[in-house]
């Protein structure tokens, strides 16, 4: 059974940082594309940023220059370091994994929420 579990999420002020985990079993995690998306009140979810099986980076505008993905297969981790953080940072945000044939896989989210 394939679970993702992401966690690090807080309450931050303007302009900190946070680092959000999320934490693969039960899947082949090498062979993966990882994504971040994330969902605040009352919006639809968006991405937020991709890391394929190739290591290949991809953001949208919003975060690009402040946040950065990374993983680490050999602990079936994926990582988005968050920098610079805005108030319109503040949502839940879900770790996505799609496997060689293309099925999704999804995590439970964490909520980030960016107030002073």
């Known amino acids: 059974q394939v679970q993702l579990v992401e966690s690090g999420g807080a309450l931050v002020q303007p302009g900190g940082s946070l680092i959000l985990s999320c934490a693969a079993s039960?899947?082949?995690?090498?062979?993966?594309?990882i994504s971040w998306y994330r969902q605040a009140p009352g919006k639809q979810r968006e991405l937020v940023a991709t890391?394929?099986?190739?290591?290949?980076?991809t953001f949208v505008e919003a975060v690009a220059g402040r946040f950065t993905i990374s993983r680490d297969n050999s602990r079936k981790r994926a990582y988005l370091q968050m920098n610079s953080l805005k108030p319109e940072d503040t949502a839940v945000y879900y770790c996505?994994?799609?496997?060689?044939?293309?099925?999704?896989?999804w995590g439970q989210g964490t909520q980030v929420t960016v107030s002073s």
């Open positions: 996505k994994a799609t496997s060689l044939s293309l099925e999704n896989y």
């Open positions: 039960g899947i082949d995690f090498k062979s993966t594309d």
């Open positions: 890391i394929t099986r190739d290591w290949i980076r």
